[in-house]
């Protein structure tokens, strides 16, 4: 994060410093103008979303919708990067107890009516009562408009993360027109301010969203970025299609029914790709695959036995099957292109040693009881992980057992507190870990924390990483923390990261500028004639 | 997933009135199935199935849950039969070790249903004061669709064989207590069993001497369908992700983990889906022979 | 007549009453929450807590189930957790749907299964009659998910010509809605027209065995006169039943097939929402579902006393 642009709003000349790295931002001068407009395209959804209020939901395929539709004061770039959106620029004072925003000119809701700051004020409040990640504000004490261009956030104590956790992208805080306020949770209006509108919602089938025509993009950038900068709809629809079956998805795409789609399966990825009317665009770095480990229960309580499990597992084994071979070995909780990276603790990854793992299980003591592994079917990469990882445990001389349910059954069990339930859990990180490292180890952080310790107590050398991580006034001395705490849980073996998947995702040759994001972005993007 | 168990039965019992009808001798119905042709048929189809069943651990070499990153994806022909699946596990393997799972299944809830369909019926049929009531809760277990009911059963019971066996228990029985309840309501009005009610019989000798075997007949026709929707809603249910857990064999499993690449491996789903397909017809077969054979007055030809 | 249907439905109302208990029950005893369901996959431990307070899941069962009776004697079926929206305006959204996609299955099953039956029964024991009840049989063997995965394989994926999932609605474009209905009706069509195509055929040839239709050939009437007037006149009567079950088996056939083919109608809905732990809409979407099931049935029976004048109720 750069301190120097929140305190003088100085972010043009920044962010045109960053862009002119990025290879897919050629024209500097001026900004992206649509080579060709219209069109109306499809994309193949894999999940099915139930509801579009961005201030209530986390999961994936909401955000895959509605972050076309609303934007937030501020977001993230393409690395990462906090960068404004709404607002022109945020003023952080000395003390670092306000924040004082100035809002974008012109701005305009879907309905038509100008943003103020008034509605970023109803925003706020709505998203304090109802919004899930209102943790976000608990350290604020309140906020003021004291004029319609101008928001102020009041803070009870210096946070130097705050800007950071304001503008996450996994909960954030979208701009609702102030009538909106009171929407129930679930519920809210889709209204927001961003380059697409929302103009037909059939939950279980399809979402279509056309062109926003009074759309003011923001011309403190000259391309689209992250979630932010200079956004222009070129197209004039784009309707989410809910696809659940991969292979009419990629069937689909093939016949031209769908324009774009995510998530195909490897076993076609080949076909798409000497396919000429296709273009075939991997994800990099889209979720890191992982177990945890459950240290309340025996024998997983037992760090030789956590550390025998570590030595057995060999990752590209575990990679292949849970992304059916489309991944990177990746040491840790952050991805080499993020700047907080680190390989802190790359001793304890991809050991795949049966001699050690069997003398380190000698040394624990175990004898033979059934350890049982928790996966689910929802997910396929987290079953399939598992099935190796059971296979390698057996290898080993450990009695290990699937365990499988369904999602929502394995994450209340891997949340009870104390549970003899099961032994290692299988998960997929995926948004956290492309906020930073700051909102990643949270999982790792009491209460709640993924190894789940005795009585939700973490341990304390992790906690005392933890703490620094939030509270060290520089940024290197928080991103020291976070490789203190990173190799702690890995060397305590609190903590099984498998590898980085790749999701792959796929267009008509014809759709030009789709860049895979978290998200898939339609702003920018345009079609051949 | 279907009732149709139940549904050619009473659709036709509604119309025929039963007739109190002869008990025949064993040999000379064996004698007449042996002669059905579509029973004959019927029991070579479902005896494959059943002889791959029994037979499975000497049939197979290798052990159906083996993983084989190496293998993954070969279509059916070379060194393994029928090809392998994504983890390169071997379908001949896993499609013969599902066919046993299917059977077990198939039986367990025929014997359910045996047992307890038949007790509820005949409880039902014959004491009146017991009839409202358990047909009260039997037509509010019938009102759901079957499916839904099954899902909410084995997601409340979490998924295992076991669970999968109960889930359609709860599902069928109602549908064959009502049978058993519509012959016994018949037969406790009969001559016979007025007679032996006016001779002092207890209750429930009268119900195990002169009514349940004479119920018989439907209700054997009813099981030998019954064992066709087990089979074939426990492939819904693992398809569906909530049957036997992943990674044990089933037919519903193997189809579910292939859909993903049905496209470009389209065998994976084919082999246990036709497997299950002569599975089923076998049955159907079987259950049209026994029904003809069995229960004339249900044969309209012949 | 009418007195008739209305002590019918009366008599539903323990059922309901019944069917209303037992969805509850059965849903509070399933492990997991729609908690974790709604939180999704990359939700910390903190949100997936905050949206169970949020929810009120901690309170007792007997004061759930109390608010919920409650409600619904005020006609308030409740809120959907995951979608926010009512049950009620849910379940209305989506049966449409369905009720569009059976109605189709229903024509295809009732013009293939009668015909099929029909002909079999008048050639009966000849080769059509085989061929068709071979076509039954294998009709109500084959697995319906397995059917449509194998028509997505060969008619979306390998050939082409139709799509391979999507829902378009009836009344936004009916050629549209014609073409994404096709394989899903078909799926759910084929084992139902194997069911009918049985009964028909021997329902016929039991009415065609009777001394009128003897009698009635006899005096020389053409034979067509025969079937279509005397004959299928009489056998339209028990295939009424069988028309009854086949639309609560399309419900529920329904289920798989919808969520084979991606189409938003109320199986679907419900499968997800027992798989995501959505209570008030599993309670009061299948409470609704059941209540329509019954009052098919009720119709069913009354249009049977009225094609059968012997059948008459007390």
Known sequence: MKRAFLRTCAAPALMAASLAAAPWAPALAAPFTCPERGGDLVFGQEANVNSLDQMTSSTISTRNIAMNIYESLVTRDENNNVIPELAEGVEEAPDQLTYTFKLRQGISFHNGKPMTSADVVASFDRYKKIGLQRSTLDNVKGWDAPDPNTFVIHMQRAQPTFLEALSSFSVPIVIIPAENKDDPPQQLKPVGTGPFRMAEFVPGSHARLVRYDSYKPNTQFEQRTGFGGYKVACLDSVTFRIVTEASARVAGLETGELQGVEDIPTKSVEAMRKNPSVTVLPLKNWWIQIALPNTAHAPTDNLMFRKAVQAALGMEDIMDAATDNNYSLNVGFQYPNQPTYTDAGKETYNINDPDLAQKYLKESGYKGEPIYILTNRDYAPMYNAALVMQQQMQAVGIKAELKVTDWPTSVQMSQKVNSNEWHFFHSGWGTQPALGALATMQFLASPGANYRPRDDKGDPEVEAAWSDMNTKPTQKERNEAFARMQKLVLEKALAYPFGSLTKVQAVRAKVQNFEPFRIPRFSNVWMKK | ????????????????????????????????????????????????????????????????????????????????????????????????????????????????????????GALAGYFRRLDNVLMRINDALMAFPAILLAIGVTAMLGPSTANVIIALGIVYVPRTARIVRAS???????????????????????????????????????????????????????????????????????????????????????????????????????????????????RIQQ | MLSVALRRIASAVPVLLLVSLITFGMMRLIPGDPAAAIAGLSATPQQVAQ????????????????????????????????????????????????????????????????????????????????????????????????????????????????????????????????????????????????????????????????????????????????????????????????????????????????????????????????????????QGGLLLVTAFLVLVNIGIDMLYAFLDPRVRYE
């Not at chain 2, 199935?49 to 029994?54: D, H, Q, S, T, V």
């Not at chain 2, 007025?194 to 000798?205: E, I, L, S």
């Not at chain 2, 007949?217 to 857990?245: D, K």
């Not at chain 3, 084929?190 to 065995?209: D, F, K, P």
């Open chain 2, 1 to 120: 997933m279907s009732e149709t168990g139940a549904l050619p039965l009473e659709a036709i019992q509604s119309e025929a009135e039963p007739e109190p009808k002869r008990v025949h001798p064993f040999w000379m119905t064996l004698r007449r199935l042996f002669r059905h042709r579509l029973f004959v048929t019927g029991l070579i189809l479902f005896g494959i199935i059943a002889f791959m069943a029994a037979a499975a651990p000497w049939i197979t070499d290798i052990n159906p849950n083996r993983l084989s990153m190496r293998n993954k994806f070969l279509p059916p022909g070379g060194d393994f039969v029928l090809g392998t699946d994504n983890f390169g596990r071997s379908l001949w393997s896993r499609v013969v070790w599902g066919a046993r799972l299917s059977v077990i299944i198939g039986v367990s809830v025929v014997a359910l249903n045996a047992v307890f369909g038949t007790l509820i």
């Open chain 2, 184 to 298: 016994v309501i018949v037969l406790r009005e009969m001559e016979y069993v007025q007679a032996a009610v006016a001779a002092g019989a207890g209750h429930w000798r009268i119900l195990r001497r002169h009514i349940l075997p004479n119920a018989m007949a439907p209700m054997i026709v009813q099981l030998s369908f019954l064992f066709a929707y087990a089979v074939l809603s426990e492939a819904t249910l693992s398809f569906l992700g909530l049957g036997a857990v992943p990674p044990t064999p089933t037919w519903g499993n193997i189809m579910a983990e292939g859909r993903d690449f049905m496209r470009d491996a389209p065998w994976i789903i084919a082999i246990p889906g036709v497997t299950l397909m002569i599975t089923v017809l076998g049955l159907n077969m079987l259950g049209d022979g026994l029904r003809d054979v069995l229960d004339p007055r249900l």
């Open chain 3, 51 to 282: 949206i169970r307070a949020d929810l009120g899941l901690d309170e007792p069962f007997l004061v759930q189930l109390g608010r919920w009776y409650g409600g619904m004697l005020q006609g308030d079926l409740g809120r959907s957790i995951l979608m926010g929206k009512g049950v009620a305006a849910v379940t209305m959204e989506r049966l449409p749907v369905t009720l569009a996609l059976s109605a189709y299955a229903l024509v295809l099953t009732l013009v293939i299964g009668l015909l099929a039956g029909i002909v079999a029964a008048l050639r009966q024991n000849t080769v059509i009659d085989q061929f068709a009840m071979m076509f039954a049989m294998i009709g109500i063997s084959v697995p319906s998910f397995f059917l449509g995965l194998l028509m997505i394989i060969v008619f979306a994926v390998r050939l082409g010509w139709l799509p391979t999932g999507g829902y378009i609605p009836l009344t936004e474009d009916p050629w549209g809605w014609f073409v994404t209905s096709t394989m899903p009706a078909i799926s759910l069509a084929l084992l139902q027209a194997g069911l009918l195509a049985r009964i028909t055929r021997s329902t016929m040839l039991e009415v065609l065995r009777q001394d009128y239709i003897r009698t009635a050939r006899a005096k020389g009437l053409p034979a067509r006169q025969v079937v279509f007037k005397h004959a299928l006149t009489n056998a339209l009567i028990p295939i009424t039943t069988v028309v009854g079950i086949i639309i609560s088996l399309l419900l529920s056939g329904a289920v798989v097939t919808e969520a084979l083919f991606s189409i938003p109608g109320i199986g679907g809905l419900l499968t997800q929402a027992v798989l995501n732990r959505d209570y008030p809409m599993v």
